[in-house]
């Protein structure tokens, strides 16, 4: 960047926090078609720079002092972009944002001039975005599911909760094998809660029927996992 022209360094830098910003937010959402099309593609809620700033800043995946940072060089990069006249950093718009800026900690020379501070500031910058999303990508730190469906319990004793569930369980199993179209699909729902139901009666059990239940469970094949098709 050591070329670069002031117009031509605010562009670039911009460019690079944008797409770091979307690499950040994709590593941290969960992984998925959804998360692409919030990212990419034409009209994709997430695709502007000032998009990214917000939404970085509501996940909790950059700093306040680094979103005031972001936000003014997408002000000053619109400055220079909205425009064909003449714009340096000496213009007021633009060197209220620039001596606003945050020194980078990572260098303990003092800034000589506007052009260094913005350098210096914005690559830091850059910098601590690929180490959040490097450190989000090497252990794991990925948004997690937390949304559920509700089950209703099943009244009575282990054991007679145990009965009903297996009762259920295999009634529904029945159904299935000649079941098609919506009350296939409806059959499906039915299994999948009252999986969920046995798995609420296992992890309620003392520990010692808790192997019991694990070993109906696999009888059954009943893993309490939802169906893709639902």
């Not at 770091?20 to 992984?31: E, T, Y």
């Not at 909205?82 to 950093?89: A, G, N, Q």
């Not at 794991?140 to 099943?154: C, E, N, Y």
């Amino acid at each position: 960047m050591r070329d670069l022209d002031e117009r031509g360094l605010i562009l670039s830098l911009s460019t690079f926090a944008e797409e770091a910003l979307g690499d950040l937010i994709g590593a941290f959402l969960i992984s998925g078609e959804s998360t692409k099309q919030l990212l990419n593609g034409f009209n994709a809620p997430l695709g502007t720079f000032s998009a990214r700033i917000k939404m970085a800043y509501s996940l909790g995946l950059i700093t306040r002092p680094q979103r005031e940072d972001l936000d003014r060089l997408r002000r000053i990069r619109n400055e220079f972009a909205h425009t064909w006249e003449p714009v340096t950093f000496t213009a007021p718009k633009i060197a209220v944002h620039i001596s606003a800026l945050n020194f980078s900690s990572l260098t303990e020379d003092f800034p000589d001039n506007a052009v260094e501070k913005v350098k210096t500031s914005i690559s830091s910058l850059l910098l601590e975005l690929r180490s959040t999303t490097h450190q989000i990508v090497k252990y794991g730190r990925r948004a997690k599911l937390i949304g559920q469906h509700l089950i209703a319990g099943v009244v009575g004793e282990l054991d007679e909760q145990i009965s009903i569930c297996q009762k259920r369980l295999t009634e529904l199993a029945e159904d299935l094998t000649s079941a098609s179209g919506d009350r296939r699909r409806f059959l499906l729902t039915m299994r999948y809660s009252w999986e969920g139901k046995l798995e609420i009666v296992r992890l309620n059990a003392p520990e010692h029927r808790k192997k019991e239940i694990q070993e109906l469970q696999k009888e059954l094949k009943a893993w309490n996992i939802r169906p893709d098709n639902l």
